[in-house]
Structures are given as structure tokens and as C-alpha cells.
């Protein structure tokens, strides 16, 4: 499909509708077109079903004009026959009726529709179709939902328009969250995943194709909730980062988190997603749009990140600083804990003397009072432990936050006293608690996690997500920096940003010639066939090539006038890929100046590189400039 095949979303609403979140999530009437009394039809019978066990209050209308009754409710023909206009309709017709029934819809007085029909803009025929169902909502008014989606839910009043697993087994988990997917299963194993931990939700969402509706605006009018304090969110498309930026903003100013997983970064995830919600087929969908965000949205790469992040970011405590207090009842998840921590950049430094005093006292002399510390199995005989331990450890102010890691707990341990007392210690603290609870009874990590209490059952999960909602120190204003600078010109927050240079042709060549590739037919940096095979529109731009523009740019910015030599990269973390005929913008910010030997100096720099607007690099690098005079 062509990057123009279908308009992102409907074009009437630059802005978002004030009633969106009451007409998907509170209409007080629901029709179901293609409504089925099978139960082994589980797509048209389950919404009624759902409808009526968790106990929906509205009207319920099936409309089929085969059934005079469905599952004991009145069935009806057609929408125009019910006794009043219903406010929401499910639309799980084959795709050639879906136009036609939509039209009655918004004839009949629908503000919603939620299409649950596939073959539109995922399958090679049916982007026209998706381009008419497009333009109807535009002309009509009517919100649409889908196509090709599994429904919506809102567990706060039994209001469940879908057809997914996730409520099919167990009583349904009522919260504070907001789920809200492309994906109708990923958006099942988020909500699943999520209450595994703990948590609930107040609306669950999937939006598939997105012809109109889509992740981002449900998300925009959610964060308005006062019932809701975080929003967890999937997305294969991004056609409205404007409306992501917008609630990253609006989070903010409400105290609220939002904690978005992208799955589109690379060629091959891209190709898939078309194949699966229509991502890409929009000339505003496209594969550079990075996520938006800030202290207050959270961008994560997998459906673990997006629980623990959330965990982390309901839990309301800030993690000012790298210092992790850990104590377990292992050696050995100790161990684990403080490589992991390492990893992710924290420190395990010394407990103050304080602390490691009133450790002393309470456990038995063979335990470690050193960071990190090890009660043993002692735990079994002494519950009481944790009750002094915790408290005492999260005191230190050598300690920014405490990891608890417990191991194999289970049968004769006091789990009642251990709840209890991590509950007490997280209650007591403004830092951050966060568990870890390997190969243990998995009912407590439920409970505890029901608390508000972060609970992870791996060790580099917990330590990614404690990363993730680090908060480091505020950087310098940036300011633009001198002209030709030396390094006495320079300071901190020094800021130097280009107009974008198109990477031609020519100069992938010329590089494939450097490099000695000009004969690789198989290489996507030098082979179009190649790269199109890969998935790519156009020829890729290495990454050591892209990384070069830094030094391109640089130079027509002056910048390099007085630097001798590239130090080298101190990090490098590639967001997209870089197309032959890309503009490529630079912007570089000094984060860092230490002077050298022989009247020269080193200079930290902060780089993006930035295609319309998003960055498909970042970064750090370091440069070695001269001092005036020299």
C-alpha cells in the first residue's frame, strides 16, 4: 500500500470532542447489527452476554432480522425499528454492509459506532472502503470506533461492547486505570498482565484500523477522568502526535501518568502492522513519528515496561536519585539485584553507620548489614524483621529508594506479617518501595500490587521500570551558543540547532564506496531492490553514516572551527531509520566542559538528529576543542 492510501483520522476534528469519552463509555442505549443467540458465535454473542452479566442498565437492542429474540431481549430488524434511538451501535457485519449499515446509524440518531468488521485498510482491497467509512464519519458527526477492533468496556458500570478474553473467566477488575490499545489482544493482555499486578481499570479500549477514533484522542478525553490516575497505551500508528502531546501536557497539569509502548520502530514490525491494524497506510502515520515524552508520559518497549512503569507511576513517588537501598532474604537475588542495578545506572552505596546499627540489633550476626542486605532465612523464624529493617533502611539519606527482593517465599513463612509490613513501610515513606517476588506465592504479588505496592517477578524488570521514572537533575536552560567557538566560549546549555540537509543519493554512494559495498546486491544501503525487500521505501542510511552528519552539519554551522578531533560517542540510541532523501536536522546542547593539558579542553555534547520533527537519534558525544589563543 502507498503512504497515501487512507486519511489518518476523520478531518472535522482537529480538536477533540468534549462528549467523546461519555458517548463511547456512558451511552445510556446500546444496538448490536448482526446480534447472535449462538453461543459458539462468540464474536456477535458475547457483548449481550457480557452486557447482561455484569449488569449494563440501558436499553439492550439486538437488531437481526432472523432472530425475534436474542439471548431473552426483543430483536429487531433494523435500527430504525427500535423503541428508541440507541446512542451506540456494534457493527459486526461482513465488510461490504458495513457503509450501508453505518449510514442508517447516523440517520437514526447514533453518536457511536464501533466497528468490529476486519478487511478494510489491513488488506490490500479494502483501503477504499476504509476511505469511504473515513469520510462518513467526517460527514455525519458520528464517532466510529474500529474498524477491525474487539469493542470497548467500562468495568465501573457493566457497560462491555466487546468480545475479548479478558472478561470472559474471571470477575473483572474495577480501577484507576485507563487501557487503551490498537489491538484488541494486546489491549486483553495489558488489562490481564496489569491485574496479575494488582491493578484495575475503569476503561478498556481497542481501536484497530482507526478510520476515525483512535488511541490518542480516547486517551486525551480519559486523562479528564477524575476517576482515573493512569493510562496505559498501546500503539502501532501514530497519525496525531499533536494529540499525544497534548495529553502528555494535560497529565502533567493534572498530576496524572501516562505510559505509552510503540511497537513500529523498525521495517519489518512496520510491515506487519499493515498487515494488522492498516498501519503506515495514512500519509500522516509515519514510521519516524516517535512518542511524545516527558515527566508525566513514559515511553516503554514492551508489555512488561508498560506494567511496571505503570505500577511505579501510580504509586506517586518520585525517584529523585540513582541510590538503591536493597535487602532480600537471598544472597544470591541480592546478587542479581545489584548487577541489574548496575546495568541500569543505580549505585549501591554504603548504608550510613545509623543504619547499619539498628540492622545490628535485629538481625542475626551471621546476616549482612552491608548494602546489599541479606536477613537469610532467618525471616521464616522472625518475622518480625522487616517491620525494623524497612523503616530503618528507607530513613538513610544515602538511600533514594528501597528494593525489597524476596525469594522462594511461600509455606511457612508469615505472609499475613510480610503484606503488613511492607504495606506499613510504603505507607510511612515519600521514596519509592519496590518488590521483587521470585518463584513465590503469587496470590501476595496480587494483593500486595492491590495495595498500591510496585510488585515484579523478575529482577530486570523491576530495575528497567525504576530506571524508566528516574527523575535526574534539572538540565540548564538552553541557550544559543557562540559563533566559531573555542572551548573558553563555550558553557553548559550552550545550544546549536540546524536547518535540515537532505542526505542525497550521491553521498550514499559515496560512502558505499568508502566502505567498499558497491558491489553487495543483498545490502540495503546500497541495493534499493534490497531495502524494499526488507520492507524500506528507499535505500537505508547506515548508522555510522547517519551518525556522520554530526560532523557534516557541524561543520556548516562553524562549529568545528576550533575542535581538532572527535573523541568519540559515549552513547548512541537510534529511534528510526534513516531514508536516502531524508532532511536531517541537528541540534546540539553542551552538557558537560573539562579542561585538558596543552591549552585544550573536552566537551560533552547532547545531540539529536531529527527528521520533521522527531528524532531518529540521540545521544551523547564528545569533541576536543582549543582554548582561545592557542
Not at 552539519?553 to 573523541?567: K, Y
Amino acid at each position: 500500500m502507498t503512504a497515501s492510501t487512507v486519511p489518518a483520522t476523520s478531518p472535522r476534528d482537529p480538536r477533540l470532542d468534549d462528549d467523546l469519552l461519555r458517548a463511547v463509555f456512558a451511552p445510556a442505549s446500546i444496538a448490536l447489527i448482526g446480534a447472535s443467540d449462538n453461543p459458539e458465535k462468540l464474536i456477535t454473542f458475547r457483548p449481550i452476554q457480557y452486557l447482561q452479566r455484569f449488569g449494563f442498565r440501558g436499553a439492550i437492542y439486538p437488531i437481526n432480522p432472523k432472530y425475534r429474540t436474542v439471548q431473552g431481549l426483543p430483536c429487531y430488524p433494523s435500527v430504525r425499528d427500535t423503541p428508541t434511538p440507541a446512542e451506540l451501535v456494534v457493527v459486526a457485519l461482513p465488510r461490504e454492509r458495513v457503509l450501508s449499515a453505518l449510514q442508517e446509524c447516523a440517520d437514526a440518531g447514533a453518536k457511536v459506532a464501533i466497528v468490529y468488521s476486519s478487511g478494510f485498510a489491513e488488506v490490500s482491497d479494502g483501503a477504499g472502503l476504509q476511505r469511504e467509512l473515513t469520510a462518513l464519519a467526517a460527514r455525519t458527526g458520528m464517532h466510529v470506533v474500529g474498524p477491525n477492533c474487539q469493542g470497548v468496556a467500562n468495568l465501573a458500570t457493566g457497560f462491555y461492547p466487546c468480545f475479548s478474553t479478558a472478561f470472559a473467566t474471571d470477575s473483572p477488575e474495577p480501577g484507576r486505570a485507563a487501557i487503551i490499545s490498537q489491538s484488541g489482544a494486546v489491549a486483553a493482555m495489558i488489562y490481564n498482565s496489569w491485574t496479575a499486578a494488582g491493578g484495575g481499570a475503569k476503561y478498556w479500549a481497542s481501536t484497530g484500523n482507526e478510520a476515525d477514533v483512535t488511541v490518542a484522542r480516547l486517551a486525551r478525553a480519559a486523562v479528564e477522568d477524575p476517576d482515573i490516575d493512569t493510562l496505559l497505551l498501546y500503539l502501532e500508528s501514530v497519525r496525531d502526535a499533536d494529540v499525544l502531546a497534548a495529553l502528555a501536557e494535560r497529565a502533567a497539569q493534572l498530576g496524572k501518568q501516562v505510559v505509552a509502548y510503540r511497537s513500529t520502530h523498525s521495517g519489518d514490525a512496520w510491515s506487519a502492522a499493515s498487515r494488522h491494524t492498516g498501519a503506515g497506510t495514512a500519509a500522516e502515520d509515519a514510521l519516524s513519528t516517535a512518542v511524545p515524552t516527558g515527566p508525566h508520559l513514559h515511553s516503554v518497549s514492551s508489555i512488561a515496561q508498560l506494567v511496571g512503569v505503570g505500577q511505579l507511576a501510580r504509586s506517586s513517588k518520585a525517584l529523585a536519585g540513582p541510590r538503591l537501598g536493597v535487602i532480600s532474604n537471598s544472597g544470591g537475588l541480592g546478587v542479581m539485584v545489584a548487577e541489574a542495578a548496575a546495568a541500569a545506572g543505580f549505585d549501591l552505596g554504603a548504608l550510613a553507620p545509623d543504619t547499619r546499627n539498628a540492622l545490628v540489633d535485629v538481625l542475626p550476626g551471621f546476616a549482612s548489614v552491608q548494602n546489599p542486605v541479606d536477613v537469610t532465612a532467618q525471616l521464616l523464624n522472625d518475622p518480625a524483621l522487616l517491620a525494623t529493617a524497612l523503616p530503618a533502611m528507607l530513613a538513610d539519606t544515602e538511600v533514594d529508594a528501597l528494593v525489597v527482593a524476596l525469594g522462594a517465599v511461600g509455606d511457612g513463612y508469615d505472609l499475613d506479617r510480610i503484606r503488613a509490613d511492607v504495606l506499613r513501610a510504603h505507607q510511612a515513606s515519600t521514596k519509592p518501595i519496590v518488590v521483587i517476588w521470585v518463584g513465590s506465592r503469587i496470590d501476595v504479588r496480587r494483593d500486595l500490587g492491590a495495595t498500591g505496592v510496585p510488585v515484579f517477578t523478575g529482577v530486570d524488570d523491576a530495575l528497567t521500570a525504576l530506571a524508566a521514572v528516574r527523575v535526574g537533575p534539572a538540565a540548564p536552560t538552553p541557550r544559543p551558543g557562540p559563533e566559531r567557538p573555542t572551548f573558553d566560549d563555550l558553557f553548559v546549555g550552550a545550544n546549536y540547532t540546524s536547518a535540515p540537509v537532505v542526505v542525497t543519493a550521491a553521498a550514499l554512494d559515496h560512502y558505499a564506496a568508502a566502505a567498499h559495498q558497491t558491489d553487495d546486491c543483498d545490502n540495503v544501503h546500497v541495493n534499493l531492490d534490497a531495502a524494499r525487500a526488507a520492507g524500506h521505501p528507499r535505500r537505508v542510511v547506515a548508522g555510522l553514516h547517519t551518525l556522520t552528519q554530526i560532523t557534516i552539519i557541524g561543520q556548516r554551522l562553524g562549529l568545528w572551527t576550533h575542535s581538532s578531533a572527535v573523541a568519540g560517542f559515549r552513547s548512541v540510541r537510534f529511534a528510526a531509520p534513516v531514508y536516502e532523501g531524508d532532511p536531517i536536522a541537528l541540534t546540539l546542547t553542551v552538557d558537560e566542559l573539562k579542561p585538558l593539558r596543552r591549552r585544550r579542553g573536552l566537551v560533552t555534547f547532547r545531540f539529536e538528529l531529527i527528521r520533521d520533527a522527531s528524532p531518529v537519534a540521540t545521544g551523547s558525544v564528545d569533541y576536543v576543542f582549543d582554548a582561545r589563543g592557542r
